[in-house]
Every structure is written in structure tokens, then in C-alpha cells.
């Protein structure tokens, strides 16, 4: 065949895509299962983060088992679900179903006596998709620690919510009011309080208003589906709206 004639460079362009899409079907296959234990492994790290337990990825699966006690789905009546793995859902997924069709998975942790209860975030950002998890302490109302992300927010600003001058501003931060009723945790721009734990806001990102009403909303939405499991499941009063 002429190799400069038409019908030589189309044969040779296809076999080249051919060669190329088999090549990366082959690569992706092969790396899938290295690629899902990196997701399990980060996702260890944090939710340990949020109970204080920094890890590498390699002792994320030794030091989750040692301190996460108990895992659960919880059905939106805050009952167990025994037909759902709770590390394993999807909250993308678990979103765009009816609330009462939705699985609530739940991590509790015991780190030197001390008990904690970490839910699982979701929400939206500016630009995209933003999600981490939140720890309580075992009176329910007080946050241990915090771990944010997201895909596509800015960098500088609404990006900065992972960082850790920020994550700490949620430690010891109150959920609740005095009579046990939800309030949530705001992201409040031009916040004036200081260091003060009961007011239940934090100082918001400077230039990321919509990244922080982000946050306050996924906090307030993901949280108030575990009141009734823990009004059920502890002697904290809370009240249910």
C-alpha cells in the first residue's frame, strides 16, 4: 500500500487509536484497585482527623480499626439499617434520594476513654461539590474537630477551607442551644465573637461568602438527621423541632 496515499493514513490513524485505547483501558483496569484502596486509606485519615488522630495512609487502616468502635447506616428515624455497609455509602448518591429513602452512616470513636461520634458531610460550594465530616463529643453538642474538602472552589479563597486555621475554628463549637435545641454551626462574614464557643458561628473566609454558606448549610442539613439517634441512643437532652 502507497503510505502516502489517503487510504494509508486513515488505516494507520485507526490502528494508532486502537492501540492507544486498549493501552489506557488496560493501565486504568489494572490501576483500579490500587486507586480504591487510596480512597478507603484517605478516607480513614479523615475521619481519625476529626478525633485528633493524624496518620499516614499506610497506618490509616491499622489505627481506624484500633479507634473507630462501632460503624452504622441509620435510617432518617435515626433506626439502624443492617442492609447497608456504612463506610461504603455514597453520599453523592445517598443526596439525590428522598430523605426517607437515605442511608446515615455514623463512626463512633474511642480514643483514651473518651467516646466521639463523627457524621459524614455534603454539600455545595461555590463551584462545586465541598465535603469532610464532623466529630461530637459525647454530650452531642460539642464539635471535636472538623476535616473539609472540595473539587473545584478557589484557590486562596474558598479553597481555604481545608486548611487548618480554619478547620480549628469549629473545635469546642456548640451545635446546639441552652435548651437542647439545633442551631447548627454558622459561617458568619464579618463574625465579631471572638473566641466564644456558645454562640454557635465562626468567622467566616474573607472573599468566600458562598464557599462558608456552603458549609453552614451542609452542617445544619447532615446533622439534624442524627437527632433522632441521638436523643434515642444518649442522655443528652435534645429537643426534637
Known amino acids: 500500500m502507497d503510505r502516502n496515499s489517503n487510504a494509508y493514513t486513515f488505516i494507520f490513524a485507526i490502528i494508532l487509536v486502537a492501540v492507544v485505547a486498549s493501552a489506557l483501558a488496560f493501565a486504568a483496569t489494572n490501576l483500579q484497585p490500587a ?41 432518617d428515624q435515626g433506626k439502624e ?6 463506610f461504603t455509602v455514597d453520599l453523592k448518591k445517598e443526596l439525590k434520594k428522598p430523605v426517607e429513602e437515605q442511608a446515615y ?5 474511642d480514643v483514651e476513654g473518651s467516646q466521639y461520634y463523627i ?7 461555590l463551584w462545586d461539590a465541598i465535603w ?47 435548651s437542647g435545641n439545633f442551631i447548627g454551626v454558622s459561617v458568619a462574614k464579618g463574625y465579631q465573637g471572638g473566641d466564644n464557643k456558645d454562640d454557635n458561628a465562626v468567622d467566616a473566609i474573607a472573599g468566600a461568602t458562598i464557599t462558608g454558606d456552603g458549609v453552614t448549610d451542609m452542617i445544619s442539613e447532615r446533622l439534624q438527621r442524627y437527632l433522632p439517634y441521638f436523643k434515642e441512643k444518649t442522655n443528652v437532652k435534645v429537643a426534637m423541632q
Open 105 to 109: 452512616p455514623l463512626y463512633v470513636a
Open 81 to 86: 439499617r443492617t442492609d447497608v455497609d456504612a
Open 119 to 125: 457524621v459524614p458531610l455534603r454539600g455545595k460550594g
Open 132 to 178: 469532610g465530616y464532623v466529630a461530637l463529643k459525647d454530650d452531642v453538642n460539642t464539635i471535636k474537630g472538623a476535616v473539609f474538602d472540595h473539587k473545584g472552589e478557589t484557590p486562596g479563597l474558598g479553597a481555604e477551607i481545608t486548611q487548618g486555621w480554619f478547620k480549628k475554628r469549629f473545635d469546642d463549637e456548640k451545635i446546639m442551644d441552652e
Open 35 to 75: 486507586q480504591a484502596e487510596n480512597v478507603k486509606q484517605e478516607k480513614m485519615q479523615n475521619i481519625l482527623a476529626t478525633v485528633g488522630i493524624e496518620t499516614t495512609r499506610d497506618s490509616a487502616e491499622a489505627l481506624f480499626n484500633k479507634y473507630i468502635v462501632e460503624q452504622v447506616a441509620l435510617n
